[in-house]
């Protein structure tokens, strides 16, 4: 958290949707700008005490106490829980509609 403390950071990840049969596959990727506080070592303990940071990558978990050592978020909260759900749900609207190849 220190490292991250009144710096931007983007969370990247890739969404692939593969049908095996048919090779047919469709790959985007979604990226989220996640904007820290100034943190200071008192917040860092608060925040620490709150939360389990060791399974979290990064050592913080956007949906526990964001708001203790965020200051914006540019783009899919749920791109940085761990999946992107809207860009799924949109690819798997478009997958529906792309004739198999």
């Known amino acids: 958290l220190k490292t991250l403390s009144g710096k931007t950071h983007q969370v990247i990840t890739g969404v692939a949707l593969i049908q095996w049969s048919t090779r047919r ?7 989220t700008d996640v904007h820290f506080q100034k943190l200071s070592a008192e917040v860092i303990r608060t925040y620490l005490a709150r939360i389990q940071p060791l399974d979290k990558a990064g050592g913080y978990a956007i949906q526990e106490h964001a708001e ?8 899919s909260f749920t791109n940085v829980v761990g999946l992107p759900v809207e860009r799924l749900r949109n690819m798997l609207a478009e997958w529906q509609h792309i004739e198999p190849a």
């Open 68 to 75: 203790l050592i965020l200051s914006e978020l540019k783009g």
């Open 25 to 31: 596959c469709l790959l985007q990727a979604e990226s």
